[in-house]
C-alpha cells in the first residue's frame, strides 16, 4: 500500500489541441510508484481529440500499473468533448479539486 | 525540313545567278561595242592621217600615185563614222557622240578647205598656209579621236567595276541569302528539336501522369472491388431459423463507395433456445475496415459460444480490437426463447429499441466505452424481461444520424419502428429503412437488425438477405394465422 | 445569423496553424450570433477536421495548405475543410477515429470527399446543437 502522500500533479493549462501534442504526452508520461495521479486540467479552456488519444493512452498505461486516476477538468468544451468522443466512462473527470483528490485517496487504499 | 531549304535557298541562287548573267551579257555587250568603237575610232583617225598624208604626198610630188592613201580613205572614212555613230548610241556615253560629230565635221572641213583646193591645185602659192591651216584642223581631230577613246577606255573601267560590284553585291547577296536561309535552317531546327524535345518531354509526362492515373483507379477499382466481395460476403449472412423467434435485418452501404465502412450484423443460434445477436460498426472505410469489421464480429461470435454472456464478449472483442488498434461500437447480446428475455450489453453504441405490442416504444439503456479504447474495459450486461410479439430493434448510428440532429433521427426511427409493427409488416428492417430513408442517398452505411419474440402461437419463418446494393430479398412462410397485434398486452 | 455570411480561409497545414484557423472560426461562429457553447462544439468539430488536415498533411511534400470555408444557408452552417491530402481515419498507431465520431456528435451531416485531396463537409444547426448536460 502506498502512502497517500506520494500522490503525482500533473498540471496543464491553455487549449490542449494537436500543436501540443508532444507536450501532453511528455507531462503524462508519469514514472514511479505514487498512490494515484492527478491530472490537473482546470486551466484548461479547450482540448481535442489528440488530447483524448493521449489520455487514453496514459489511462491505459496506468491501468497495467494498476494506479488510479482522476482528471481534474473544468471546461464545459472538454466535458463535452470526452461525451462526444464517448469516453467519458474511461475517466474519473471531477470539476473539484477536493472531490478530486478523495475519490484517489479512496482508489488507493 | 530539308524541303523549305531547297525552297528558300534555289530561288536566291537562281535569281542571284540570274542577275549575275544579266550584268555580265550586259558588260559583254558593251565591250563588244566598246571594242569596235575604240577600234572604228582609232581607223577614223588613221584615215584622216592618211588623207593628209596623200594630199600632202600629192602637192609635193604631183604625181597620182601618192594620193593613193587620200583615196583609200576616203572611200572608208564615212561608212566607218556611222559604224562608230552606231556604236555610240548603243554605248550611250555622254558626249561621246558629240566629239564624233565634231570630228567628223572637222573632217569635212579639212576635205573643203584643205584637201579640195590643194587637190586642184598642188602647187598654189598658198599651200604652205593651206597645210598649215589643214595641220590646226588635223590636230582638232585628232584630239577629238583622244578624247572618244579616252571615254571609251572610261567606259570600260566603268563597266568592269560595275560588272564587278554586281558579281560582288550579287555574290554577297547570296552568301547572305544562304547564310541566312543556313542560319533559319540551324535555328529552325534547333528550335524544332527544342520544341521536339518539348514537346518529347510533354507527351513523356502526359503518359506517365496518364499511366500514374490508370494505377490509382485500377487499384482503387480493385480496393472498390474486394470492399465490394467483402460486403457482399459478409451482408448475405442467413438469419436463424428458430421456432419463436423472427428475425429481419437490412443493411445498405453508404451510397459513395469511398465511405463504404465496417457496419455489420449477426444473429446465431448459440443451442438451448438462445440465439446470439450483435450489430457494430467499426470505425474507418474500405478494405482495412471490412477486414478488422469481419475479425471483429468473428471473435464476437467464438466468445459468445463460449461464454454468452454479453459483457464477457464484448470484452473479449475489446481485447482483440485494442491489439489491432481500431475502434468500434457494438451491441451484442442473445434472445432468450424460453424465457422470452433480451439481454444485451452495449460498448459505445446508440441505445437498442424495444417494441412491446400495445406500448409505447422505448429506447433502452446504452452507454459503454467503445471498443479498442481501454484495456480491462468491463461492460455491463442488462436483462430486459420481453412477452410474445416483443420486438428488439438494433441499428448503427447511420440510421439515426442523417436528419436535424440525433433526437429527430431517434423520433423517426421509433416512429418508423411502431408503425411497421403495427402494420403486421413481414420485413421489419425493411419498412423501417424505407419509411426513415425513402429513395434517398444514404450517406453513411445503416446496419438495421430486429429480433422478435414470435406472437402468439404462430410460427412464422422469415429469411432475409441483402445483397450489396442493398436490395431485400425476403421470403415469409406462415404457419396458422397471425394474431392481430391487440391480442396482447394492455394498449398503451 | 445575418452578420458574417461568409468565411474563407486558408493557411499552411501545420499543427500551430490549426490554433489560429480555430479561433478565427470561433470569431465568425460569435458574430454570427451563436451561442458560447455551440460555438465551442461547432469550433471543436471543425477542429477536428482541420487537425486531421495537419496530420497527414503535415511533413508532406507540396500538400501542405488546408483551407476552411464556412457559409450560412438559411437556418444552417455549412463548413467545408479541404485540403491536398488524404483523409486518414486514423493517422497514428495507437489512435483511435475520435475526430470523426466527434464531429458526427455535433453535426447534423458530415461527408468526407476523398478525390483529390481531402473536402471535409459538414452541416450545424446552430440552434439545435443541444450541447449535452455536463455529467
Redesign the interface.
Known amino acids: 500500500m502506498s502512502d497517500a502522500t506520494t500522490l503525482t500533479v500533473v498540471k496543464m493549462d491553455g487549449?490542449l489541441?494537436?500543436?501540443r501534442?508532444a507536450e501532453i504526452r511528455h507531462a503524462l508520461a508519469v514514472e514511479g510508484n505514487p498512490s494515484g495521479v492527478l491530472v490537473d486540467f482546470g486551466d484548461v479552456t479547450?482540448a481535442?481529440?489528440?488530447a483524448?488519444?493521449e489520455l487514453?493512452?496514459f489511462?491505459?498505461d496506468l491501468?497495467?500499473r494498476g494506479l488510479p486516476v482522476a482528471l481534474l477538468i473544468k471546461s464545459?468544451?472538454f466535458?463535452?468533448?470526452l461525451?462526444?468522443?464517448?469516453?467519458?466512462?474511461?475517466f474519473a473527470?471531477f470539476?473539484e479539486r477536493g472531490a478530486a483528490l478523495t475519490y484517489l485517496g479512496n482508489a488507493a487504499s | 525540313m530539308p524541303l523549305v531549304f531547297l525552297v528558300l535557298v534555289v530561288p536566291i541562287l537562281l535569281g542571284g545567278g540570274h542577275l549575275v548573267s544579266r550584268v555580265l551579257r550586259e558588260s559583254f555587250a558593251n565591250s563588244d561595242a566598246r571594242r569596235a568603237a575604240r577600234t572604228l575610232n582609232f581607223t577614223l583617225l588613221k584615215d584622216q592621217l592618211d588623207e593628209e598624208t596623200g594630199v600632202r604626198g600629192f602637192t609635193s610630188i604631183a604625181d597620182p600615185e601618192f594620193l593613193d592613201p587620200y583615196a583609200a580613205a576616203r572611200r572608208d572614212f564615212p561608212g566607218k563614222v556611222s559604224q562608230l555613230r552606231g556604236r555610240l548610241s548603243l554605248l550611250a556615253i555622254p558626249g561621246a557622240e558629240a566629239l564624233l560629230d565634231d570630228a567628223a565635221g572637222v573632217n569635212g572641213q579639212w576635205l573643203a578647205q584643205v584637201a579640195a583646193p590643194l587637190l586642184a591645185d598642188p602647187h598654189t602659192p598658198e599651200a604652205r598656209v593651206v597645210q598649215f591651216r589643214g595641220k590646226a584642223l588635223i590636230d582638232r581631230f585628232r584630239r577629238d579621236s583622244e578624247r572618244l577613246d579616252s571615254a571609251l577606255v572610261a567606259r570600260e573601267q566603268g563597266d568592269n567595276r560595275r560588272l564587278q560590284s554586281a558579281i560582288d553585291n550579287v555574290s554577297t547577296l547570296v552568301f547572305v541569302a544562304v547564310s541566312f536561309v543556313v542560319l533559319l535552317a540551324a535555328v529552325a531546327a534547333g528550335a524544332q528539336s527544342r520544341l521536339t524535345a518539348r514537346l518529347e518531354a510533354a507527351r513523356r509526362r502526359a503518359e506517365a501522369e496518364a499511366r500514374a492515373n490508370l494505377e490509382l483507379r485500377t487499384a482503387f477499382e480493385t480496393e472498390k472491388r474486394i470492399a465490394d466481395t467483402l460486403q457482399d460476403a459478409f451482408a448475405q449472412r442467413p438469419l436463424p431459423v428458430v421456432p419463436t423467434l423472427v428475425f429481419s435485418a437490412a443493411y445498405i452501404p453508404a451510397t459513395d463507395e469511398t465511405r463504404v465502412g465496417g457496419d455489420w450484423y449477426d444473429a446465431v443460434e448459440l443451442g438451448k433456445g438462445r440465439v446470439l445477436f450483435s450489430l457494430g460498426d467499426v470505425e474507418g472505410h474500405g478494405i482495412e475496415a471490412a477486414v478488422n469489421m469481419s475479425r471483429a464480429r468473428q471473435a464476437l461470435i467464438s466468445a459468445a459460444l463460449i461464454d454468452a454472456d454479453p459483457a464477457a464478449v464484448l470484452r473479449r472483442v475489446n481485447g482483440y480490437l485494442q491489439s489491432a488498434g481500431r475502434m468500434a461500437t457494438a451491441v451484442a447480446g442473445y434472445a432468450d426463447a424460453v424465457s422470452y428475455e433480451f439481454v444485451y450489453a452495449t460498448a459505445g453504441h446508440p441505445p437498442p429499441l424495444l417494441l412491446l405490442p400495445g406500448r409505447r416504444p422505448a429506447l433502452l439503456d446504452c452507454g459503454g466505452l467503445p471498443l479498442g479504447v481501454l484495456e480491462d474495459c468491463v461492460y455491463r450486461t442488462r436483462r430486459v424481461q420481453a412477452v410474445p410479439g416483443a420486438v428488439l430493434v438494433l441499428y448503427t448510428d447511420g440510421a439515426v444520424e442523417h436528419s436535424r440532429d440525433v433526437l429527430e433521427g431517434e423520433a423517426l426511427l421509433v416512429q418508423a419502428a411502431r408503425r411497421a409493427l403495427e402494420n403486421n409488416v413481414t420485413d421489419l428492417a425493411a419498412s423501417i429503412r424505407t419509411e426513415i430513408f425513402g429513395g434517398r442517398q444514404v450517406g453513411d452505411d445503416v446496419a438495421i437488425l430486429t429480433i422478435g419474440f414470435a406472437p402468439g402461437e404462430t410460427t412464422r419463418m422469415t429469411f432475409a438477405s441483402n445483397n450489396a446494393q442493398g436490395t431485400v430479398i425476403s421470403g415469409a412462410r406462415g404457419v396458422g394465422p397471425v394474431p392481430s397485434s391487440g391480442s396482447l398486452g394492455a394498449a398503451a | 445569423m445575418n452578420n458574417v455570411a461568409e468565411l474563407r480561409l486558408s493557411r499552411v497545414a501545420r499543427p500551430s496553424a490549426v490554433k489560429s484557423l480555430r479561433h478565427a472560426f470561433l470569431a465568425f461562429l460569435t458574430a454570427n450570433d451563436v451561442s458560447e457553447d455551440c460555438a465551442a462544439d461547432i469550433a471543436t468539430a471543425v477542429g477536428e477536421a482541420l487537425a486531421n488536415s495537419a496530420e497527414h498533411a503535415y511533413g508532406n511534400a507540396g500538400s501542405g495548405t488546408v483551407e476552411v470555408y464556412a457559409r450560412v444557408e438559411r437556418e444552417s452552417l455549412i463548413v467545408e475543410v479541404a485540403d491536398a491530402g488524404v483523409f486518414v481515419d486514423r493517422p497514428r498507431r495507437e489512435d483511435r477515429g475520435f475526430g470523426l465520431r466527434i464531429i458526427k456528435a455535433v453535426a447534423r451531416s458530415v461527408s468526407i470527399e476523398r478525390e483529390g485531396g481531402t473536402r471535409v463537409r459538414m452541416v450545424f444547426d446552430p440552434r439545435f446543437v443541444q450541447p449535452l448536460e455536463a455529467s
Open positions: 487549449e489541441d494537436i500543436g501534442r479547450y481535442d481529440s489528440s483524448i488519444s487514453l493512452r489511462r491505459n491501468n497495467r464545459p468544451q466535458k463535452r468533448l461525451e462526444y468522443a464517448g469516453v467519458n466512462e474511461a473527470v470539476d
